[in-house]
């Protein structure tokens, strides 16, 4: 199997989601399956892009926005990791908070027996900063050498006519390079 992970803010622009379900679409195509949370925003503009994503969730009671859970059986054996991944995991007070970090992790490596990493992740975070549970998966992807491309690092350019051909162009370039 190949996979990618699509993750981000669920306060992801418009123009930016819309770009997300082409690509998935397109990835898809290619035989892809996408990891990401079942997350308003970035997560479900992937999601309505694909058939058959892996939606990770902590619980029978976090509903991803698409209705297609796949529930990590022991969270446990990803923890640790995600006590490396998110910096201030020890000063979160909520365990569900915590757990939802924890599922970032999955996101990226899966949940199944041994680590099957995506081959690229592909998310959104304002102005490309660190921000967030997409942090983690950010930060998971770095430790285990996954290329990133967040859509975020391009707010910076004023006129969204010129933003989105730089995205494109760069999109393009980094999906050629990484796309097994």
Do not use: W
Not at 59 to 76: F, M, R, Y
Not at 121 to 143: F, K
């Amino acid at each position: 199997m190949k996979y990618y992970t699509g993750v981000g803010s669920r306060e992801t622009p418009t123009y930016v989601k819309t770009l997300m379900t082409g690509v998935a679409r397109m990835l898809e195509g290619k035989g892809y399956t996408l990891r990401s949370g079942g997350a308003k925003g970035a997560d479900y503009a992937f999601e309505i892009g694909t058939s058959t994503p892996d939606i990770y969730s902590v619980s029978k009671k976090h509903k991803p926005v698409s209705g297609k859970p796949s529930i990590i059986p022991d969270l446990e054996k990803y923890r640790e990791l995600a006590k490396k991944c998110c910096l201030h995991y020890n000063n979160i007070h909520s365990q569900y908070a915590k757990d939802l970090h924890t599922r970032n992790i999955c996101q990226v490596i899966g949940h199944h027996e041994g680590i099957v990493r995506s081959d690229f992740l592909l998310a959104y975070t304002l102005n490309g900063d660190y921000v967030g549970g997409t942090t983690t998966a950010i930060r998971c992807a770095e430790r285990f050498d996954v290329p990133v491309f967040n859509f975020g690092t391009y707010d910076c350019i004023e006129k969204m006519d010129e933003r989105m051909e730089k995205i494109k162009q760069d999109l393009t370039i980094f999906l050629k390079t990484y796309m097994k």
